[in-house]
């Protein structure tokens, strides 16, 4: 998916103070994807430079791993990595719990906070720990390929002629090759397996026969093939917005593109009914007219010159991710409707994506996981006829999502083959999911369900957010609760569906939301689904 969100801006913390590093040198190898022979050295633990990490007494160091699983005394890069230890009696401990947020490409550095928003003091049992995957963030090497990549009022996404066809595809091929002058032998160690093997050297450095985990979006791939490898030595893992093994990685951005279409009207449907607030139309259908109508006018003449067709799209794209922000989308688009005023619709965009040196870490990283977890298609003929047939069910984002996938099409490092998830040997897990997740859809979960028969899923009925757990919802969060404090699990039911239904992530009120805003510093919960939704599915 397209999200890219500047997390350290969406938290309000420094995140880390590591520059790019020199690129590293090894002879490439195939990724080895289990039971590697590696023992670590001791994590030196230290001060945070994450403000909010600090505040939380949080600590951070460096993981060394070996940039090639199977030449382990080779050459080493480090993994940034923080902890937030537990607040309980010893006899009462349960362990460290992993996280990640996603991506792939996601920071997950600030992520050991998650254990405050766990209802009932049940994850105080716990040590939170966060982790920036190899390539990422603050870990070193980090890998940035353009950092203007994403600039303003870009070529128009859906190739309407051969010549803009032929600019994205250029544009795309060039992405490509920076990325591979840029990323030099790490771009060949970068697949999900070599991020598990990493998570397992992490349990060893942390002194554990076992993990916990929690993982969101990507990071409940990550968690799937690391039960597939390792089961016995999973004691607990939460999955929330589960990625679908059988569609990795291609066709599972066409499927996207038809759930965040039918989002995106649920949205505009919303809009509709608060008209006596944003004043774009009685009806979703001419909320959503009127989104294409400016679409349009914004190809011919761009607001404030920077915000062209190609940006909007970006800027409407979170409202298909989950219910938060809706309000502060609207209001953009109702002040540049009924004012001419486009200052809301560049802060938006701007809050989402950076420019500049490193700014493109995510977006590289996301491309360099998933171009060589799998072979994508090689032939630009079959991608112009799949997307054009979506495009023709689902034109909010198809082409979008395209090009934003299309450098795999010459991705400089060879491709890999995906493990088959197969969870049979693991333990009882806990699967979440919302029933109209467009980032992951629900189709996912199940499948996720069908091949961890211990499991038991959470249904989040009829809404659209994803990876929403911990949100607040109290019938979710009180299930995750229990989970983690006993191993309780919902009962599961006959066939393929649901285990558990629970009311979804309420969608916003907009007078309430505007007498409560607050300014504030510290990681919230609205901060904590940024980050997540930010680290992209």
Excluded at 29 to 36: I, N
Excluded at 317 to 329: C, D, K, N, S
Excluded at 425 to 452: H, V
Aim: some cysteine; proline content about 7%; aromatic content about 10%.
């Amino acid at each position: 998916m397209r999200k890219i969100v500047a997390i350290a801006a969406a938290v309000g913390v420094v995140v880390g103070g590591v520059a790019l590093a020199p690129t590293v040198s090894a002879t490439p190898a195939e990724a080895v994807p289990a039971q590697v022979a590696y023992d670590p050295a001791p994590i030196a633990w230290g001060t945070c430079a994450s403000a909010a990490l600090a505040r939380r007494g949080a600590e951070c160091g460096f993981l060394e791993v070996p940039l090639d699983y199977a030449r382990p005394t080779g050459t080493k890069i480090k993994i940034a990595v923080s902890r937030i230890k537990a607040k309980v009696a010893r006899e009462q401990y349960q362990g460290v719990m992993i996280t990640n947020p996603g991506g792939p490409g996601g920071s997950g550095l600030t992520l050991s906070v998650l254990g405050e928003f766990v209802p009932d003091g049940a994850g105080l049992a716990y040590d939170w720990i966060g982790f920036d995957p190899r390539g990422v963030g603050s870990s070193r090497p980090s890998l940035s390929c353009d950092g203007n990549y994403f600039s303003y009022n870009r070529p128009f996404y859906v190739p309407v002629t051969p010549e803009l066809e032929k600019t994205w595809l250029d544009r795309s091929k060039g992405y490509s090759a920076a990325c591979g002058a840029a990323g030099g032998d790490l771009l060949d160690h970068v697949k999900t397996t070599d991020t598990v093997n990493d998570v397992d050297v992490l349990r060893k450095a942390l002194g554990q026969q076992q993990i916990n985990y929690y993982g969101f979006s990507y990071g409940t791939y990550l968690g799937q093939v690391y039960a597939t490898l390792y089961p016995e030595r999973v004691r607990r893992m939460v999955l929330d917005g589960n990625v679908d093994a059988r569609k990795v990685w291609y066709e599972a951005n066409l499927v996207q593109d038809v759930a965040f279409d039918k989002n995106m009207s649920i949205y505009f449907d919303w809009i509709a009914e608060h008209d006596a607030v944003y004043h774009l139309g009685t009806s979703g259908k001419d909320v959503q007219k009127l989104f294409y109508v400016q679409q349009a006018k914004l190809l011919k003449e761009p607001a404030g010159g920077v915000i062209g067709p190609d940006e909007w799209v970006d800027i409407f794209l979170p409202a298909g991710y989950y219910v938060f922000g809706w309000e502060g989308i609207a209001e953009a688009f109702s002040a540049w409707v009924n004012n001419g005023d486009f200052s809301g619709l560049k802060a938006l965009y701007d809050s989402a994506n950076g420019q500049g040196p490193g700014s493109d870490n995510g977006f590289a990283m996301y491309l360099a996981v998933q171009c060589t977890d799998v072979q994508w298609p090689t032939s630009w003929n079959r991608w112009r006829a799949d997307n054009w047939r979506t495009f023709l069910r689902a034109p909010f984002e198809t082409w979008g999502n395209a090009w934003f996938n299309a450098p795999c099409l010459t991705w400089p490092a060879k491709a890999g083959k995906p493990v088959k998830v197969d969870g049979r040997k693991a333990p009882g897990i806990l699967l979440i999911s919302e029933t109209l997740d467009a980032a992951t859809p629900f189709e996912g979960s199940l499948e996720t369900r069908a091949r961890f028969p211990k499991s038991s899923l959470v249904e989040g009925v009829g809404g659209t957010t994803h990876a929403g757990s911990l949100n607040g919802v109290s019938c979710v969060d009180n299930l995750v609760a229990a989970y983690l404090a006993t191993g309780e699990l919902p009962a599961r039911k006959p066939g393929r569906v649901s285990d558990s239904k629970c009311d979804p992530v309420p969608r916003p009120d907009p007078q309430a939301t505007a007498r409560q805003r607050t300014a504030g510093a510290d990681i919230t919960r609205g901060d904590l689904q940024e980050l997540i939704a930010g680290a992209r599915p």
